[in-house]
């Protein structure tokens, strides 16, 4: 088993938190998307898409998609659990991983994939080029990132993590979004303190340094 | 239990044709988001980010995402597996899953949000106003719903199905996609002979009139 994988990208990141909270070890190949290494012949084979991460399992089938991995490593290693044990927490958890990715990644991906130089022609993730960056999805992203902190710090005001009293998958993915949107130099408003708390608690975990 | 659901709403029809599949059936509550209902104080204690579907649970607990309802489903009503059974199973359909949703979904939703008459001034979902429906996303959307037939047209001139050769939940999120894009005039291209032979077969499936 192999991971295709960035330090600087987001996704990647957010496996790399959820197998340090496993303890779980893969061995890393490095795709370097800021020379577009992504693009080159051979990754093409790996996953058409052109997005990292990458699992690669030993049979050579390959999951290209950050939350699919999570999910492989989630049934192989159960312990602790980081999608939820029964349905009902299951299904809770998913709801607010979903949503963090809708509110909160797609956002910070709108805002930064329009703002920063370096997307420049191709602000949809894959493409090599032909879309170019829209100004007014940089100020839509701001909006939609001051919906997602307002959200948020509704949510973290009454539980100690996302989804409720306990770590999960939906952490990882509002941690990433809100790392994501620095880079547009967007970052939690003074009065999100709910959402500033759990900020400070998940950065101090081990695993934020993964 | 009860399914918060609207007949003409996307995201409800993805859990209604999950349902249909697993041959589960949940007594539904109306929302007509065509007439606003979403946005009633009473709706927002069901769900605080105003959209539909949410399942309530008989102990209060709300699940609003299409794909968690599914989720709790599944877990409940294992047969027939539409989620994956071994840990890659359900690594490859969660990966398909959640690119129907990137690919397809999200580039439907961005084409029609931006040009039907009823979302303007909200082209973000869940949202009551002051998100403007941006004209260059109408463009876009359909660029994207290019890439998306073609990318699934490769995967479907060697597999039955979007995630290989089971039907699942990866085949409900890409059915829907297509659907709604047809609220913007947007149809599958002549070309994409394999996506068209696999829409075929999806439309004459008995859940797909749920």
Request: with cysteine; glycine share 6%; hydrophobic share 45%.
């Amino acid at each position: 088993m192999k991971l295709y994988d960035f330090e600087l990208a987001p996704n990647p990141r957010r496996v790399r938190i959820f197998l340090a909270e496993k303890g779980v070890t893969i061995p890393t190949v490095e795709v370097n998307t800021r020379e577009r290494a992504q693009f080159s012949p051979e990754f093409g084979k790996i996953n058409p898409f052109r997005t990292i991460p990458v699992l690669e399992l030993d049979d050579g089938t390959c999951i290209g998609d950050s939350v699919a991995i999570c999910r492989y490593i989630e049934v192989l290693h159960p312990e602790p659990p980081l999608m939820g044990r029964d349905a009902e927490a299951q299904a809770v958890i998913e709801m607010w991983e979903r949503r963090a990715e809708l509110e909160g990644m797609n956002a910070a991906g709108e805002l930064v994939r329009n703002f920063a130089p370096m997307f420049e022609d191709r602000a949809i993730a894959g493409v090599p080029s032909g879309f170019p960056q829209i100004p007014a999805l940089v100020e839509r992203g701001k909006k939609r990132m001051a919906r997602f902190f307002e959200m948020w710090d509704q949510q973290l005001a009454d539980n100690a993590f996302v989804a409720g009293p306990v770590f999960s998958i939906a952490d990882i993915t509002a941690f990433i979004a809100v790392e994501f949107a620095k880079r547009a130099e967007i970052t939690i408003p003074d009065h999100c303190k709910h959402f500033a708390r759990w900020y400070e608690s998940i950065s101090q975990r081990p695993s934020a340094k993964a």
